[in-house]
Structure formats: structure tokens, C-alpha cells
């Protein structure tokens, strides 16, 4: 008897300590009571890629539904394009969740060469590729840019190309309460962590968006080098090749691609 309740409280102590630790990544969800099958979900969803998943929004409500490649293929055709608009991808992997949009901007600059007030530099300062407060980086770099003309550069081009995307209009049939909208996804520029999970995991990304929309957009055949959120400091600001992984600092106003990521 006194075996079996050791072996019981070992296995509460090491389930105890599964739970404190992903949480500590983020995993706030999970509880001592949760399925052991979650446990195991969340473990591989920290150490790696889970899944990426078509984001789609229902038709008649706007409800968002995310689906396989397998699920997404055993619709129809005609029940496709009746019944969902396509956002994107959510990708699923190293701890976060984002939803990639299926359209990319060339030729933006990040903004002027000054320091974006009220927003961390991370020029020394470690925690640059940690995952960020995203919504509020992109709110900051477009309040502080906003109605700015300097060094040739109007505003800040990355940031609102990100968050002028939509990636479906009135037209495509998305309703919200019987009323027709455009879409209504937060879209925004990303931060150093979700760029770096493009780059690790773009062949099997490119894989769904080929298998799903064909080959107008892949991220080896279409871009290379995109933009972060995540101010360097006055003069530069962080930006990654998708291609090649080489991520640094750079002059804020060059001129590079977007990729909109929404955390919804």
C-alpha cells in the first residue's frame, strides 16, 4: 500500500511540474487535470512544428474554422467557395500560434530614422527574439510615424501595409449579424520569433500552400528578405531572409517585404 501511494505521489509531483513548466512557456491552459493527451500536444507544440492549417472564415456568420490540408480537401469544389473565405495559414509551432496571410508587399520602408518612442530598443538588450506584445509594437510604429515625412519616407510603409491587408471584402459574402463586412482580422507586421518560425518551417508551409492554393505564393519562389516589429534602435530596425535565416538589424529605410501575421 505504501509503494502504490509513493508511486502515486511521485507521478502528481512530476505531473505537477509538467504543468508549472508549460506554463512557464506560455501554455497557461493547461491544469493537473487536463488530458494526458494535451500534455503531450502542448510538449511537441513547444519543441517544434504541431500543425499548419487552413484559416478559413464561414460565410453566414463569420465564424473561423481552421482545417487540415486532408479536412480542407474533403469539401467540394462548390462548397469551398459557397461556404468559407480563405485567410490564410495558421501555423502552429515553438510555443505560438499566428495566422499567415496569403499575400505579401514588396518595396516597403520601415519609416524614417528616428526613434520610435514608447517602443523597446533592442540594440545590446537581450530578449530581441523572444515573442513580443505584437498589437502594441504595430499600434506604436503607426501612432509615432503617423503624418511623419523624412528621409524620403512617408509614414511607416511596412507596418501599414500590414494593417491595410484584408485578406477577403464585403464582395466575397462574409457576414457578421446579416451584415456583408470586409474582413476583420487584426493583420500586422511580426515580431522576431514568428519570422523565425517562416524561415525553420517554410518548406513544409510552402507544401500547404501548394497543395491548397497552388504555387502563386510560395515563400522560396516569391520573397526573401521581410520586416519585424522590433525596433533596433533610432536607425535600424530587425529584418530576416526568409530564405537564407540571416536575421540583423537594418537601416529603417530600406526597403524590404511584408508579410501581415495575425495572432487571432
Not at 514588396?106 to 530578449?127: P, Y
Request: aromatic letters at 10%; a neutral charge.
Amino acid at each position: 500500500m505504501a509503494s502504490n501511494q509513493q508511486n502515486i505521489t511521485g507521478l502528481l509531483l512530476a505531473k505537477r511540474k509538467q504543468v508549472k513548466a508549460l506554463h512557464d512557456l506560455g501554455f497557461a491552459d493547461i491544469t493537473e487535470s487536463s488530458r494526458a493527451s494535451l500534455f503531450a500536444e502542448r510538449i511537441r507544440w513547444a519543441a517544434g512544428l504541431l500543425d499548419i492549417r487552413v484559416a478559413a472564415d464561414r460565410k453566414r456568420d463569420g465564424k473561423k474554422f481552421y482545417f487540415t490540408v486532408e479536412e480542407w480537401q474533403t469539401i467540394d469544389n462548390a462548397g469551398r467557395s459557397e461556404e468559407f473565405a480563405r485567410r490564410g495559414l495558421r501555423i502552429r509551432a515553438d510555443g505560438l500560434s499566428f495566422v499567415m496571410a496569403l499575400q505579401y508587399y514588396n518595396n516597403k520602408a520601415w519609416g524614417s530614422r528616428s526613434t520610435v518612442t514608447d517602443l523597446t530598443s533592442f540594440g545590446g538588450i537581450a530578449g530581441a527574439w523572444a515573442h513580443q506584445d505584437v498589437a502594441r509594437f504595430n499600434a506604436r510604429i503607426l501612432e509615432y510615424y503617423a503624418g511623419q515625412n523624412a528621409d524620403e519616407v512617408v509614414g511607416a510603409p511596412a507596418a501599414e501595409a500590414a494593417n491595410g491587408f484584408h485578406a477577403y471584402l464585403e464582395g466575397d459574402g462574409v457576414k457578421v449579424n446579416g451584415v456583408a463586412v470586409d474582413d476583420q482580422t487584426k493583420w500586422l507586421l511580426p515580431d522576431v520569433a514568428q519570422m523565425l518560425v517562416l524561415y525553420r518551417y517554410r518548406k513544409a508551409i510552402d507544401t500547404v500552400i501548394t497543395q491548397v492554393w497552388g504555387q502563386a505564393f510560395t515563400l522560396e519562389k516569391s520573397v526573401d528578405v521581410i520586416w519585424s516589429c522590433v525596433q533596433y534602435n533610432a536607425n535600424e530596425a530587425y529584418r530576416l531572409s526568409v530564405l537564407s535565416g540571416r536575421l540583423y538589424s537594418d537601416t529603417k529605410t530600406n526597403n524590404y517585404s511584408v508579410i501581415p501575421i495575425s495572432e487571432e
